[in-house]
């Protein structure tokens, strides 16, 4: 057809995390340059179910930018080659007719390979669960304008809060490390007034299970920073580091104690 693509992909395919993985190569034709890239994928998919082939598994779910379900490795970058977008908003154009696109998962020990471009990212979750909430009862729901936040300080928590949770940090990072994602998470909590009384508990909590999960360290390459879809900032591994190093000299608290930092 007029202005479609035919496209070579090299793709993971591994049974399981057990099984030894490899390249593959699919042809891709007759794609729209209009196709996001799970569109292409599906057609893809769907040729491969006509041939009575195993169909290549994937993550995905709200194809809007929103869910941090996408994770694909797309010829060496994390969500691809643009710039603060998702796997699900990067659209074909961004490729030319006869290219080769080499397609892997996140790649990293904490992040197991469930199959072919799937992994296992229950890691986050169970950071999230070690502190990333605010357990203080503090009564009914107040108006919005009672608690008076300067905008800085919201502004800067909203950003912190647009975190997915897609792990493309871990992926970029040479170290696989869940500094850039841990600490958003803190970070969003530890600005507002709602999240004070378990800041310091909480700091020591997610970084000790963000350890124990088996991610790298961080060596401050800004790597995570440069590929992270919504353009989180290394200001909030500043902000965790000050906060954890305060609860660890002034503050020390059991990691999984919250009954608060003061």
């Not at 194809?63 to 969500?79: D, F, K």
Request: glycine fraction near 8%; aromatic fraction near 8%; proline fraction near 5%.
């Amino acid at each position: 057809m007029s202005g479609h693509m035919n496209l070579t992909l090299k793709v993971w395919r591994q049974k399981n995390t057990q099984t030894p993985g490899k390249f593959v190569t699919y042809k891709a034709e007759n794609i729209s340059p209009d196709m996001s890239f799970l569109e292409m994928l599906d057609v893809v998919n769907e040729s491969l179910t006509r041939k009575n082939e195993e169909p290549i598994y994937f993550d995905h779910d709200c194809r809007e930018g929103i869910c941090g379900s996408c994770s694909l490795y797309i010829n060496g970058h994390p969500h691809g080659p643009k710039k603060a977008i998702t796997t699900c908003q990067l659209h074909m154009r961004t490729f030319s007719d006869g290219e080769t696109i080499t397609i892997e998962p996140w790649r990293s020990a904490a992040f197991p390979i469930v199959k072919d471009l799937a992994t296992d990212r229950s890691a986050f979750d169970r950071i999230q669960q070690a502190g990333g909430y605010v357990s203080i009862n503090t009564g009914g729901v107040p108006d919005a304008n009672v608690i008076p936040i300067p905008k800085v300080i919201a502004d800067e928590a909203f950003n912190s809060a647009t975190c997915i949770g897609c792990g493309a940090c871990v992926a970029a990072c040479k170290n696989a490390s869940a500094m850039l994602f841990t600490s958003a998470k803190i970070t969003q909590l530890g600005l507002l007034p709602q999240g004070q009384p378990e800041r310091y508990s909480r700091v020591q909590a997610m970084v000790a299970q963000m350890d124990q999960e088996g991610f790298g360290n961080c060596t401050n390459t800004g790597a995570c920073e440069a590929e992270c879809p919504k353009e989180i900032t290394l200001n909030n591994i500043a902000f965790m580091n000050n906060d954890f190093f305060s609860a660890k000299l002034f503050r020390e608290e059991h990691a999984h104690d919250h009954t608060g930092g003061e």
